[in-house]
């Protein structure tokens, strides 16, 4: 069992920057390849960004390549979001997810342990 809350978003202007962080119990974090997925009004959850369960291995949608970094500290059980070059088409709900197995995925059906969210809203 892993709980994840997340934490870190906010308001900021376009251009800005914020780094989301999202903290995990349990012995079993290191274990398991982490996601970040967001949500806007009116639209399906999306895929943002995923990591392996080492560190050594990141994934990003298309979207916020070149903006946005994912990490982990697995002694701090915390995986975190670096959002960089804010747009307001990056405003939504951010949540983390913890995968199935120790690898990078993309899908959210591949991830089982979901946080609650935090909202980031981005003004122009």
């Known amino acids: 069992q892993v709980q994840l809350v997340e934490s870190g978003g906010g308001l900021v202007q376009a251009g800005g920057s914020l780094r989301l962080s999202c903290a995990a119990n349990?012995?079993?974090?290191?274990?398991?390849?982490m996601g970040w997925f967001r949500q806007a009004p009116g639209k399906e959850r999306e895929f943002v960004a995923a990591?392996?369960?080492?560190?050594?291995?990141?994934s990003y949608a298309d979207s916020v390549k070149g903006r946005f970094t994912i990490s982990r500290d697995n002694d701090k059980n915390t995986v975190y979001l670096q959002m960089n070059s804010l747009k307001p088409e990056d405003t939504a709900v951010y949540y983390c997810?913890?995968?199935?197995?120790?690898?990078?995925?993309?899908?959210?059906?591949?991830?089982?342990?979901w946080g609650q969210g935090t909202q980031v809203a981005v003004s122009s």
């Open positions: 990591i392996n369960w080492t560190g050594g291995m990141t």
């Open positions: 349990g012995r079993t974090f290191s274990n398991h390849g």
């Open positions: 997810a913890a995968a199935l197995g120790r690898y990078r995925v993309t899908g959210p059906q591949m991830h089982n342990y």
